[in-house]
């Protein structure tokens, strides 16, 4: 896939994945224990660690700060669990993925990008984890770029669905119970391989859908905000 990602009218072209999360974007990858979380850490570690510039004192981290954020975290997600010093391991599956997005919506990113974030999880925790990207995508300055095979997720919420099989797009339209809204979210129903890998996978794919979704009808390929 190839095209060009604009975002606040600027060409995104990042070099790391600290610099897409300094301009707002945030990516949450499909391999939960090999991708996602730091398995010999507790929550707090595994909740702050992409956003400590905010719990520094002077040139030091603050203790007392992030564990005041990872309490917030478990409260606002949900979070089944003993407190915010419980290993990571402790948790099921489904509340680690909590301490995933929740770590994320602490960098407080305009742009949420997911790679099968429900796949295996149980029916109610799964229900959870839509509810909670439901409310992110509220507010209108949020956009949401989600794959998942999971076909009743995607009619839960999306309003715009993609398919695509090796590479090609085989279906694209609006969800018929609501009409498309570009601030809103955009699920891509994937079989086979997401196209890319990566923060800059995600941007050529995002790019390349985009661009054939016409979300602002011009020649370029932008996600507007």
Not at 28 to 39: H, S, V, Y
Not at 123 to 137: A, G, I, N, Q, S
């Amino acid at each position: 896939a190839a095209g060009r990602v604009y975002f606040k009218n600027r060409l995104m072209n990042f070099n790391n994945a600290k610099e897409a999360i300094e301009h707002g974007f945030a990516l949450i990858t499909e391999e939960r224990k090999a991708n996602g979380l730091f398995l010999k850490c507790d929550l707090t570690f595994n909740t702050t660690i992409a956003n400590l510039n905010q719990y520094k004192t002077g040139m030091a981290l603050s203790n007392p700060k992030m564990v005041k954020a990872t309490n917030k975290e478990i409260k606002i997600m949900h979070t089944k669990c003993m407190g915010p010093d419980d290993m990571i391991t402790s948790l099921s599956g489904g509340n680690q993925q909590k301490v995933i997005i929740g770590r994320w919506l602490l960098t407080e990113p305009d742009v949420l990008l997911l790679d099968e974030p429900t796949s295996g999880l149980d029916p109610v925790v799964r229900d959870e984890v839509l509810d909670l990207l439901y409310d992110f995508m509220q507010d209108e300055n949020h956009a949401i770029l989600l794959s998942s095979h999971i076909t009743s997720d995607l009619d839960k919420i999306a309003d715009e669905i993609t398919f695509i099989h090796k590479g090609e797009v085989l279906l694209s339209e609006p969800d018929e119970h609501e009409p498309f809204r570009k601030t809103d979210i955009v699920s891509f129903g994937c079989q086979g391989h997401f196209i890319g890998e990566g923060i800059s996978g995600y941007l050529h794919a995002a790019a390349y859908l985009t661009q054939l979704l016409r979300l602002d009808g011009s020649a370029h390929t932008h996600l507007v905000m």
